[in-house]
């Protein structure tokens, strides 16, 4: 808890009503920077006075050290109660060296990493003056239409409670009054990423059923974690936006979940509660909100206007009040504001870390660990003894790979495919050419004849394909995740000319790649790789790293398979393994049946990993037992590689339907050539619980199937049974 001189208590009871409001208003940095009699711009459209904006109690996006210093000390100079103002930032990937995004580094499945990537990144944005990211974003999802699928870790609730946790203890580190750590926030509470249609805000209808067993763990798991800050969620749940919907905000987060720290609203979520039509007015939105305690408005002005007329009206109590901001007081003195308002931030600090060796070093790595082996009939790795060499496609030369949520990460710091693959052949002749656009709508094949001839005379291609990263992100949703015809055109006719060819994908979701998997020699899925991309790139494909990613979401073979996920439900007349696709009364598509074309857990190596046995320690469990569970696995390959060792679960009788395997536990290991391990899981009763039809998690007795394997693809399967 608080670790500063300050009295909290003291100083609350010193502060008005309007300074107390003050500290529940979160504005942009622009409202600040200008000279303290310039209340002009943004500040009037709002309504601060100069006064008014003298009490504010956090603000965000703003542009480094320097710039937070100059507004905490003119803050300071102006209240008069000497509250520091918190100073947040979306530091989702990196602040400046960017790392790959979290549906990328979901396929490292290295929590381990995961965490070492955002510790690096607290400790660029702690120098720049951020005290607290929001992040990390643990919208479980199955929308890969979705722009912020890229955010999320994919379609499994443990993979996303892993890696969430892994973030939290990342930026968090032991002591948040240390030089660089930051708070952590979790969001969007609660299923922003099952938005119908995967239409970015859109309304959210799933069964409380659905939500208990994979949209809400995540973010609990976080908040167990002890991250710092809830954000709601812009969207409906059930018809009532999450900023005003008492049954997430108040039932799950602060009674059954026992969360007592603060919540700041979405940008101008409190002022769009009147868009949804929940309210009629700014005053309206805010009595809603600060009924289900939402403490912090970011952007919208309704606590600011309201909220002080609404306790005099009497509809809140000054205790109320007085709650919500001792839970701001309590951040700002955990974080040693009061002790130093500036949290260490220093130009200096920031000159000696961004982009760094050793930061540089963690997100290479990262986008090494991370990037998955969809496809190789042996083109890969390729031989570094090559004379000449094609790197073709939109994405060949360019530091365009950073993703969305880039923070103040720079694209020109990014090393791109031909500067990686230079680095690694610095006497070979390396042609290239775009071919053709990734742009939306750019459909001129024109470019592919050039790109033809440039293959033809190469002893081998690098293809560097995908989407435009302008296409993933917030409110940048796609009907269509289909790799665009030009693209499709250009890999078809490269790889006729020239069979020696490497496919390597940039995208920010799954994309389908019906259209060339069957021409591709081999594909190597980057996804949005970050700062060191260009350089991981290179590394993989000539095998200086061996890949030992795992698809973190399924990819379909079809944009109308959407959704499609590997931990789905039977149905009374499930599609029996190996039908035709045109075998009737099977709950399949007979275009293209139900599996995705790539599915979650998948990954391929350069080397071998054999699956040689998996033994239980007993058949029958009791609740109070726990059941061991060793797989041993080979490195049956030429050469050393990492395989993610994944555990399932199949409930085979229960009282609601689950999923034909649901990922219960995995772990990463490294082999050498011909290095055997045996890798021991656990499964306690905890493990087996399901969300049952009287809203109760409960394990029930009978026969599970535990797997070890990804999918639809199991190496081994046993049976055992709880007993109760
Ligand atoms: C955005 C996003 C949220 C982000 C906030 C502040 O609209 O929804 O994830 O943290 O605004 O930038």
């Excluded at 940095?29 to 006075?49: C, D, L, N, Q, W």
Aim: with cysteine; glycine share 8%.
């Amino acid at each position: 808890m608080s670790k500063s001189s300050v009295d909290l208590k003291k100083l609350l009871s010193q502060m008005t009503i309007d300074e107390k409001i003050g500290q529940l208003v979160e504005l942009n940095a622009e409202f600040f920077i200008k000279s303290a009699s310039e209340v002009t711009g943004p500040a009037t459209s709002f309504g601060f006075s100069e006064h008014g904006l003298s009490t504010i109690g956090s603000t965000l996006n703003f542009n480094g050290a320097r710039e937070m210093r100059a507004i905490q000390a003119k803050h300071l100079e102006n209240d008069r109660n000497k509250i520091p103002m918190l100073f947040a930032m979306d530091v989702i990937h990196g602040y400046k060296t960017l790392y790959p995004i979290p549906l990328s580094l979901g396929c490292s499945f290295d929590p381990e990493l995961m965490k070492e990537c955002c510790s690096m990144a607290a400790s660029e944005a702690s120098a720049a003056g951020v005290q607290l990211t929001f992040a990390p974003m643990l919208d479980f999802c199955r929308e890969p239409r979705w722009g912020r699928v890229m955010e999320t870790c994919g379609e499994d609730a443990y993979l996303n409670s892993v890696m969430g946790v892994a973030q939290v203890k990342g930026y968090q580190g032991d002591d948040l009054s240390e030089e660089g750590n930051i708070a952590a926030s979790v969001k969007h509470l609660a299923a922003y990423g099952g938005a119908e249609g995967g239409r970015d805000y859109n309304t959210v209808e799933l069964s409380e059923h659905i939500l208990r067993e994979f949209y809400l763990p995540a973010y609990k798991a976080c908040i167990d974690a002890g991250a710092k800050l809830v954000m709601p969620s812009f969207n409906n749940l059930g018809g009532v936006p999450a900023t005003a919907n008492p049954w997430i905000m108040k039932k799950i987060l602060r009674e059954e979940w026992g969360y007592d720290g603060l919540v700041v609203s979405d940008y101008a979520a409190l002022r769009e509660l009147m868009n949804h039509g929940v309210t009629g007015s700014l005053k309206e939105s805010a009595e809603v909100a600060f009924r289900n305690e939402c403490d912090v408005e970011m952007m919208s002005g309704a606590y600011y206007k309201h909220l002080h007329e609404l306790i005099d009206e009497g509809v809140f109590s000054e205790d109320e009040l007085d709650r919500s901001v001792m839970r701001m007081l309590e951040l700002k003195a955990e974080l040693g504001l009061f002790d130093d308002p500036y949290h260490m931030a220093s130009e200096e600090k920031e000159r000696e870390l961004f982009y760094c060796e050793k930061h540089r070093e963690i997100a290479r790595r990262a986008a090494e660990e991370s990037a998955v082996l969809l496809k190789n009939n042996g083109v890969l790795p390729l031989s570094d003894k090559i004379k000449k060499i094609a790197v073709i496609g939109p994405f060949r030369d360019t530091g365009a790979i950073n993703g969305f949520w880039t923070c103040c990460g720079d694209k020109n710091y990014a090393v791109t495919v031909t500067e990686g693959i230079r680095e690694i052949l610095p006497e070979a002749e390396i042609v290239g050419a775009d071919g053709v656009s990734a742009k939306l709508g750019e459909s001129s094949t024109d470019g592919i004849d050039e790109a033809v001839r440039l293959a033809e005379s190469a002893e081998a291609v690098v293809l560097c394909v995908g989407e435009a990263q302008d296409y993933i992100g917030e409110a940048r949703c796609i009907a269509d995740i289909t790799l665009s015809a030009p693209q499709r055109e250009l890999v078809r006719r490269v790889c006729e000319a020239n069979p020696n060819t490497a496919v390597l994908l940039f995208n920010g979701r799954p994309i389908v790649l019906t259209g060339i998997a069957d021409v591709a020699p081999a594909m190597l899925e980057m996804f949005f790789p970050g700062t060191e991309g260009g350089r991981a790139a290179a590394n993989l494909l000539f095998g200086r790293v061996n890949p030992s990613g795992k698809l973190s979401m399924s990819f379909p073979k079809h944009v109308g398979q959407i959704p499609v996920y590997y931990n789905r439900t039977m149905t009374g007349r499930p599609k029996r393994q190996g039908d035709d696709v045109f075998e009737g009364y099977t709950s399949s598509y007979m275009d293209c049946g139900i599996l995705p074309l790539y599915f979650f857990g998948e990954g391929l190596s350069y080397t071998k990993f054999i699956y040689e046995e998996m033994s239980l320690d007993r058949r029958e469990m009791g609740e109070s037992d726990t059941l061991a569970v060793s797989v041993t696995v080979r490195n049956a390959g030429e050469r050393a590689g990492k395989e993610v060792v994944q555990l399932y679960l199949r409930d085979l009788v229960s009282s609601t339907v689950r999923p034909v395997q649901e990922l219960i536990a995995f772990e990463k290991i490294a082999l050498e050539a011909g290095e055997r391990r045996t890798v021991r899981f656990e499964i306690s009763e905890p493990m087996l619980r399901l969300w049952n039809f009287e809203n109760k998690f409960v394990s029930e007795k009978g026969d599970f199937l535990v797997s070890v394997g990804y999918a639809d693809h199991m190496y081994f399967s046993e049976k055992f049974t709880l007993v109760k």
